[in-house]
């Protein structure tokens, strides 16, 4: 239980273009998922926190319009990265918190690795 | 943004020995968190804390709430090649909001 799922797993943009990350819960519903970002050797910061139904809360210094999150069901959310530039290349993992059950507890995707040439 | 001090950094041991690894912060947490995650991976949940003075298990790991929820600690005993990984502390203020704070991660390297 408590798998999500993101996609695609890795993508490879020219700069300018907007990608689209998808990441879902597969086996519970979350009203909340969260957006983080992962340098290399370095640990997660959280981007923004997506809530269905309504507007995403960012983190202070993260560009709303440059990272857009839909969060349309209780099982997906998306985060677009708009006319991305080489520095948007990273690792990008979303978690999501069960509605029900475990309390306190994000499970998170396998990650997208995003490649901006 | 803030971040959790998690020591030691890295750690290169042999097959069958022991690992200790803690997390400090200055602010207070309701829950802490541990997390495994290997490369190009997300992190995977290993063990949840929701209790001043906690101690939980799981398998061959164990973690602790610390009494002051300042700090949290986690042991992996006779530690196998597959623990290798990079390990995550994380933790939970109050609030409404379930954002996780994330420590700075500590490497561990296990030689067969």
């Known amino acids: 239980g408590a798998v999500v799922s993101q996609h695609p797993s890795r993508v490879i943009c020219k700069s300018g273009t907007s990608v689209k990350i998808e990441c879902r819960s597969l086996?519970?519903?979350?009203?909340?998922m969260f957006w983080y970002r992962q340098f290399p050797k370095k640990s997660l910061m959280l981007m923004a926190t997506?809530?269905?139904?309504?507007?995403?809360?960012?983190e202070q210094g993260v560009e709303k319009d440059k990272f857009l999150i839909n969060h349309a069901s209780l099982t997906l959310s998306t985060l677009t990265v708009t006319s991305a530039h080489p520095e948007d290349s990273s690792f990008y993992i979303c978690?999501?918190?069960?509605?029900?059950?475990?309390?306190?507890?994000?499970?998170f995707g396998p990650g997208t690795r995003l490649t901006v040439l | 943004g803030q971040q959790l001090n998690q020591s030691p950094q890295s750690m290169f041991i042999q097959e069958g020995e022991d690992v200790s690894m803690n997390c400090t912060s200055s602010?207070?947490?309701?829950?802490w968190l541990w997390y495994k995650q290997e490369p190009g991976e997300g992190p995977v949940l290993l063990i949840a804390?929701?209790?001043?003075?906690e101690l939980t298990s799981n398998g061959r790991l164990t973690a602790q709430f610390g009494i002051t929820r300042k700090d949290s600690f986690l042991n992996i005993s006779a530690s196998i090649p597959s623990d290798v990984g990079i390990y995550f502390c994380?933790?939970?203020?109050?609030?409404?909001?379930?954002?996780?704070?994330f420590g700075t991660g500590t490497l561990l390297a296990v030689q067969p």
């Open positions: 978690s999501a918190s069960p509605l029900a059950g475990v309390r306190d507890t994000q499970y």
């Open positions: 086996d519970f519903q979350a009203t909340t």
């Open positions: 997506s809530n269905e139904g309504s507007k995403a809360t960012y």
């Open positions: 602010s207070i947490f309701n829950t």
């Open positions: 804390l929701y209790k001043a003075g």
């Open positions: 994380a933790g939970r203020g109050g609030g409404a909001t379930n954002k996780l704070i």
